[in-house]
């Protein structure tokens, strides 16, 4: 079965320093894989998807499938990308279901 | 925008209780889907729901059952409820995946903190 792995429970990083969360999964096809993210009292939510290659809120990932990664990265943190951040996979054509990491605390310390 | 809907965001019932959590949702959605979310674990999906009356277990299905008898509505049932299903439930929906290619992102609703005493 698909499994992801965030190795880091807890993230601390100063206010504009570089920010890396990890995510690695093992599935031996192509995967489909999220970042969502929960802010302070604010319902879980789409940060982004490796499909879409874009920029959100200054985040990017890509997908390495050598390293069966998916690592979050933003290169200059700010105080309101203090979250619970969630990597999560899907297997490909239409199986919807999620399988989700267990989650990395990041706090930006002004 | 999509908005998903929980009933109650604070429920406290006791040991052996039947216990209902509902969940709307106002886009016409197909899929919908119930996790709990537990610290150090994640979230872990119970049941979820690609049609009306249509059910599929998740991963942690033991203790849950679950109800779609309209389209906008998926319900979650503990049928005798245990202290180990003190936990927060999060409620989700998507669109039906586009044919043969990609997924579509889930919207969740705002959980339910339950507590069984």
């Known amino acids: 079965a698909q499994r992801v792995t965030q190795p880091e429970k807890l993230l601390s990083v100063f206010k504009g320093a570089p920010v890396e969360l990890k995510c690695n999964y093992s599935?031996?096809?192509?995967?489909?894989l999220f970042w969502y993210v929960q802010y302070s009292r604010q319902r879980l939510q789409l940060l982004l998807r490796h499909i879409s290659r874009e920029s959100i809120k200054g985040f990017t990932a890509d997908l390495n499938k050598g390293e069966t990664s998916f690592h979050l990265k933003k290169p200059f943190a700010q105080e309101e990308d203090s979250a619970m951040y969630y990597c999560a996979l899907s297997l490909p054509f239409g199986n919807e279901k999620l399988t989700f990491g267990t989650g990395t605390r990041l706090t930006i310390i002004p | 925008d999509v908005k998903v809907t929980q009933s109650s965001r604070y429920l406290v019932k006791r040991t052996g209780e039947k216990v209902f959590l509902e969940c709307v949702q106002d886009m016409d959605h197909e899929n919908m889907f119930w996790y709990r979310q537990d610290p150090g674990l994640g979230l872990r999906l119970i049941y979820f729901s690609y049609d009306v009356k249509m059910k599929e277990k998740g991963d942690i299905p033991e203790g849950y059952s679950v109800s779609r008898e309209k389209k906008e509505r998926f319900s979650l049932i503990l049928e005798s409820a245990s202290t180990n299903q003190t936990s927060m439930y999060l409620c989700a929906s998507s669109p039906a995946p586009i044919p043969r290619l990609w997924n579509q992102p889930q919207h969740f609703g705002d959980g339910t903190r339950l507590s069984i005493l």
């Open positions: 599935y031996s096809g192509s995967p489909e």
